[in-house]
């Protein structure tokens, strides 16, 4: 075993016994709970060792980084999600590779998914980012849309060919009430997933928690965590 992937097995061990130690503790069963290992920065070889030790779900927010390391890593079989802030022009990229575009936040957006979907056939997973710092006007630079939008969009994406609508994203905002009060943001997003889901049920994709927070989103029920540094370690940008 190389030193690199004695070093990602072993901080995979500690991520895998945090979820599973938060999910004895929330009373749920740990196959409720994705990893998403969020690899943005790192080379394709990490993705290919990552592979090796028996994660199946990836993450890029840079479509200039990803596209590249999706084309490098084809033949694994990995889903792949984008989670940045997408601009329209680099999703036709984004749809080439990406499985799941979770950053989802307007209806142009949408079109332009939907439009590329279709062009590539392609189907599509799509998740609405919730921006929770925008309920007190204190908008932070994550993207995302208000809480009161969820509706719309989601309407939208469930109508859009070529696209599929699986739930809900968001990141612990740094500004506004749940500033510093993650779990409290997680509750948060699952009230607004429950409402979703009464209109679309088999949208029941809860993707939240990151490495420093990932029990509280475990606790609230998330379905998914996203984690980079707690596995990849800190490593120099690509480039």
């Not at 920065?41 to 993705?47: C, G, H, K």
């Not at 199946?56 to 200039?64: K, T």
């Not at 929770?132 to 204190?138: K, P, Q, T, V």
């Amino acid at each position: 075993m190389t030193d690199r992937k004695a070093e990602l097995a072993a901080n995979l061990a500690q991520v895998e016994e945090r979820i599973a130690s938060s999910c004895v503790a929330a009373g749920r069963k740990r196959e409720e709970v994705t990893l998403i290992v969020v690899t943005k920065t790192y080379p394709a070889s990490d993705v290919r060792i990552l592979h090796e030790l028996g994660v199946r779900h990836v993450a890029e927010n840079r479509d200039q980084d990803a596209a590249p390391k999706a084309t490098a890593c084809a033949d694994l079989s990995l889903t792949w999600h984008f989670v940045g802030q997408l601009q329209t022009n680099k999703v036709r990229s984004v749809t080439g590779y990406a499985d799941v575009v979770q950053s989802v936040d307007r209806a142009k957006l949408v079109t332009a998914l939907s439009a590329a979907a279709v062009r590539g056939e392609r189907g599509l997973g799509c998740l609405i980012q919730v921006a929770l710092d925008a309920e007190s006007g204190e908008r932070g630079e994550r993207g995302g849309v208000a809480p009161d939008g969820v509706e719309e969009l989601a309407a939208a994406i469930a109508a859009a060919p070529g696209l599929r609508l699986d739930g809900l994203m968001t990141v612990a905002p740094l500004a506004g009430e749940y500033a510093g009060r993650q779990r409290a943001a997680f509750d948060r997003l699952m009230e607004i997933s429950s409402r979703l889901r009464a209109g679309h049920p088999a949208a029941n994709m809860v993707s939240a928690g990151m490495s420093g927070d990932l029990e509280d989103a475990v606790a609230a029920g998330a379905t998914h965590v996203r984690v980079g540094t707690a596995v990849l370690g800190v490593r120099p940008r690509l480039g």
